[in-house]
């Protein structure tokens, strides 16, 4: 059978529609198969007619480092043509209370002034903060080491790797986070390592076993901004389908794909949910590796050593999110475009049982989109979330019960929490709020389709993996997404497996293609 496209891309996320996008752009002609009636992945916006006007996107709080100097940046703009622009949060962006130190600190949306205000809190520190954030700049500066062993084959991958560790070419590629913290930099002050190793629960890993360079990209990105998309996720979602589109490619919904059809260690074709086979040069799934062998492979066509490669990581814990929707004039409470967060010990342990009746939860976050939001319009309809990361093993009991009154009251008991919460951050707003629903582990699994709810993907350790590339072991089938390097809502590893594809670094490609148009303006 000929194939009828260059390439088929299972899953819309921002893996799947990035790689579709940076193909397209190469002429190849690309199908995209989305399982749900709406693409975008978790950058699918969620609202609720019947209740009000309220619009919230479950997936997305903000987004770190799109400053224009940035790669996430450069690429975003290069796949969509400059269609999606980013509004920063207030310089005063993320407030964080550790409970536990009775300590709170505000976060600067400067890395520079982020640094001089810790020397200003810590002086009695300041040499060991000095030589922490050169760490971070010497790691910044070779952030394209981090991803570019994926560029290659297992045995390339695995050299790249070992070389970046025995000879020292990332700082402290031997040692994990606390390693550096304890025994490198000494760090006493215990507000100073609570404000430091605040990111640790993005990781999936607990800090005494987080690389110490993987911990620093990662906050890297943290330290270079946060920014909201204007109009919402939904805007980069909008702009790389018309990318994809306008290169003659197609993107498809309500299109569940049931089996990857595999001849002679060769991937030909997708099997879709009504029996019809449509066939490809190139399959590409998106929705995670593990959902890719566990959903859409026999268990003979599974690839024996990235099998073998997932038994050795977890996936990032999911989270509950509580959506709220305002209704009135909140311009009294100085709401700011800033985050609020409050934790009580080290969050990446999640120690805490929310299901359990005396639930003392630590580690909360509270956001407000429409403000951060640039384009929102109506000032008597505002929206928050609050998001706190947990485990999908405390939700599990509740699976095909979620209709009864136990789930139920579990489910009152956190909300009011989140509401009593929100009063203490912001006294009085607690009567605006005109609707509430939280979602579960469980109802995170149900909408993005991701196992136990994680849509993070693979702890950190992936990227370290030299078996979770691109290459998928069998002939023209490849994987992307968020299990292949980084998480969140970023390009790179969707740029990076249409890399693979063609045979050519699109990221070097897209990054000289927009230095090239920066000159001249």
Same mark, same amino acid.
């Given at each position: 059978?000929?194939?009828?496209?260059?390439?088929?891309?299972?899953?819309?996320?921002?893996?799947?529609?990035?790689?579709?996008?940076?193909?397209?752009?190469?002429?190849?002609?690309?199908?995209?198969?989305?399982?749900?009636?709406?693409?975008?992945?978790?950058?699918?916006?969620?609202?609720?007619?019947?209740?009000?006007?309220?619009?919230?996107?479950?997936?997305?709080?903000?987004?770190?480092?799109?400053?224009?100097?940035?790669?996430?940046?450069?690429?975003?703009?290069?796949?969509?043509?400059?269609?999606?622009?980013?509004?920063?949060?207030?310089?005063?962006?993320?407030?964080?209370?550790?409970?536990?130190?009775?300590?709170?600190?505000?976060?600067?949306?400067?890395?520079?002034?982020?640094?001089?205000?810790?020397?200003?809190?810590?002086?009695?520190?300041?040499?060991?903060?000095?030589?922490?954030?050169?760490?971070?700049?010497?790691?910044?500066?070779?952030?394209?080491?981090?991803?570019?062993?994926?560029?290659?084959?297992?045995?390339?991958?695995?050299?790249?790797?070992?070389?970046?560790?025995?000879?020292?070419?990332?700082?402290?590629?031997?040692?994990?986070?606390?390693?550096?913290?304890?025994?490198?930099?000494?760090?006493?002050?215990?507000?100073?390592?609570?404000?430091?190793?605040?990111?640790?629960?993005?990781?999936?890993?607990?800090?005494?076993?987080?690389?110490?360079?993987?911990?620093?990209?990662?906050?890297?990105?943290?330290?270079?901004?946060?920014?909201?998309?204007?109009?919402?996720?939904?805007?980069?979602?909008?702009?790389?389908?018309?990318?994809?589109?306008?290169?003659?490619?197609?993107?498809?919904?309500?299109?569940?794909?049931?089996?990857?059809?595999?001849?002679?260690?060769?991937?030909?074709?997708?099997?879709?949910?009504?029996?019809?086979?449509?066939?490809?040069?190139?399959?590409?799934?998106?929705?995670?590796?593990?959902?890719?062998?566990?959903?859409?492979?026999?268990?003979?066509?599974?690839?024996?050593?990235?099998?073998?490669?997932?038994?050795?990581?977890?996936?990032?814990?999911?989270?509950?999110?509580?959506?709220?929707?305002? =209704? +009135?004039?909140?311009?009294?409470?100085? #709401?700011? @475009?800033? $985050?609020?967060?409050? /934790?009580?010990?080290?969050?990446?342990?999640?120690?805490?049982?929310?299901?359990?009746?005396?639930?003392?939860?630590?580690?909360?976050?509270?956001?407000?989109?429409?403000?951060?939001?640039?384009?929102?319009?109506?000032?008597?309809?505002?929206?928050?979330?609050?998001?706190?990361?947990?485990?999908?093993?405390?939700?599990?009991?509740?699976?095909?019960?979620?209709?009864?009154?136990?789930?139920?009251?579990?489910?009152?008991?956190?909300?009011?929490?989140?509401?009593?919460?929100?009063?203490?951050?912001?006294?009085?707003?607690?009567?605006?709020?005109?609707?509430?629903?939280?979602?579960?582990?469980?109802?995170?699994?149900?909408?993005?389709?991701?196992? =136990? +709810?994680?849509?993070?993907?693979?702890? #950190?350790? @992936?990227? $370290?993996?030299?078996? /979770?590339?691109?290459?998928?072991?069998?002939?023209?089938?490849?994987?992307?997404?968020?299990?292949?390097?980084?998480?969140?809502?970023?390009?790179?590893?969707?740029?990076?497996?249409?890399?693979?594809?063609?045979?050519?670094?699109?990221?070097?490609?897209?990054?000289?293609?927009?230095?090239?148009?920066?000159?001249?303006?």
């Amino acid at each position: 059978m000929k194939a009828q496209y260059d390439s088929i891309i299972i899953g819309s996320g921002i893996g799947g529609l990035s790689c579709a996008a940076a193909l397209a752009k190469t002429g190849q002609r690309v199908l995209v198969l989305e399982k749900n009636n709406s693409p975008g992945g978790a950058m699918r916006s969620f609202s609720d007619p019947e209740s009000g006007p309220w619009t919230w996107t479950p997936g997305v709080q903000w987004v770190c480092g799109y400053s224009k100097q940035t790669s996430d940046y450069i690429l975003l703009h290069e796949l969509t043509d400059g269609a999606v622009s980013f509004s920063s949060f207030d310089p005063d962006c993320q407030l964080k209370t550790f409970s536990d130190l009775e300590y709170q600190f505000m976060f600067v949306n400067d890395r520079n002034t982020l640094l001089e205000k810790l020397m200003a809190e810590f002086p009695e520190e300041e040499k060991k903060i000095i030589k922490y954030f050169k760490y971070l700049t010497d790691i910044d500066h070779k952030s394209d080491l981090f991803s570019m062993p994926k560029l290659f084959g297992p045995y390339i991958a695995a050299f790249m790797l070992w070389s970046s560790k025995t000879f020292k070419i990332l700082p402290h590629m031997d040692k994990s986070f606390t390693e550096v913290l304890n025994n490198v930099l000494q760090i006493k002050d215990a507000r100073l390592r609570a404000i430091l190793s605040s990111f640790s629960h993005y990781f999936g890993v607990p800090l005494d076993k987080i690389p110490f360079p993987f911990y620093a990209y990662g906050q890297n990105i943290q330290f270079n901004g946060m920014f909201y998309p204007d109009g919402g996720s939904q805007k980069i979602v909008e702009a790389l389908i018309h990318t994809i589109e306008e290169n003659g490619s197609e993107v498809e919904c309500s299109q569940a794909v049931g089996n990857i059809i595999i001849k002679k260690n060769r991937a030909i074709a997708v099997e879709i949910e009504n029996g019809a086979a449509i066939y490809a040069e190139n399959i590409v799934s998106g929705i995670g590796i593990s959902e890719t062998l566990s959903q859409l492979m026999t268990e003979k066509f599974k690839p024996r050593k990235v099998k073998a490669s997932l038994k050795q990581h977890e996936s990032v814990p999911s989270f509950l999110l509580l959506l709220i929707g305002f =209704k +009135g004039d909140l311009s009294a409470f100085g #709401i700011k @475009k800033r $985050a609020y967060k409050t /934790l009580f010990g080290d969050p990446s342990v999640m120690a805490n049982n929310p299901t359990e009746e005396e639930w003392e939860c630590d580690d909360i976050t509270l956001s407000f989109p429409s403000v951060l939001n640039s384009f929102h319009s109506d000032a008597d309809y505002h929206t928050a979330e609050i998001h706190h990361e947990t485990r999908y093993e405390y939700f599990e009991k509740y699976i095909g019960k979620t209709d009864g009154k136990e789930y139920k009251k579990v489910k009152e008991q956190i909300i009011e929490k989140y509401l009593d919460y929100l009063e203490t951050q912001f006294p009085g707003l607690h009567k605006h709020v005109a609707y509430t629903k939280l979602m579960t582990p469980i109802d995170i699994e149900t909408f993005t389709h991701h196992d =136990k +709810g994680s849509i993070f993907g693979l702890d #950190i350790d @992936k990227a $370290a993996d030299s078996e /979770l590339l691109p290459r998928s072991g069998i002939h023209n089938l490849y994987f992307t997404g968020q299990d292949l390097f980084a998480q969140g809502i970023t390009p790179i590893n969707g740029v990076l497996t249409a890399s693979v594809i063609t045979h050519k670094n699109l990221i070097k490609q897209f990054k000289k293609n927009y230095s090239s148009r920066s000159s001249l303006l």
